[in-house]
């Protein structure tokens, strides 16, 4: 049996589409311009015996923080999205979580593979730099984190 892809075409790096739940938040994934599928690893359990270092594959996988950065629109809306979802996380008992889908896109811009982040929320939001000491026009982009409990393709 050969195993080798059929698809010899590689992956491309602008075909992506980030969707969080539309109805509140439009604004951060329409604006989303990069984003990374974080790593995943799974730590060894040492098992010494008798002067030697045995290991065996652990039971817990490590997922990092999903990252993403998006243009910040003029009137900010998609800003306020994600500061609102953050502002109303740290009040209320029961916090908001939205399932997050990164689209991968062919080179034809059809959807090939999809990764879900389960129960993901915003944990962090990075700053937004205003100066004026610049001779090109450089539009705001904000990083932002998130927590999620795994991902899986779907």
Known sequence: MNNVTQNKNYLSPT???VTINSNEFANLEYFCTQCTLPSVSLSPVNLPFRGSQN???G???EY???TMRFMVSENMENYIELFNWIKE???NEQ???ADVVLSILS???NVIKQIRYIDAFPTQMGELEFHTQTNDVEYLTLDASFEYN???FI
């Open 59 to 61: 039971e817990r996988i």
């Open 15 to 17: 075909g992506f589409k």
């Open 55 to 57: 290991r065996v594959a």
């Open 64 to 66: 990092p923080p999903f």
């Open 95 to 97: 916090f908001k979580k």
């Open 89 to 91: 996380n740290s009040l």
């Open 150 to 152: 795994y991902f899986e």
């Open 107 to 109: 080179s034809s811009n």
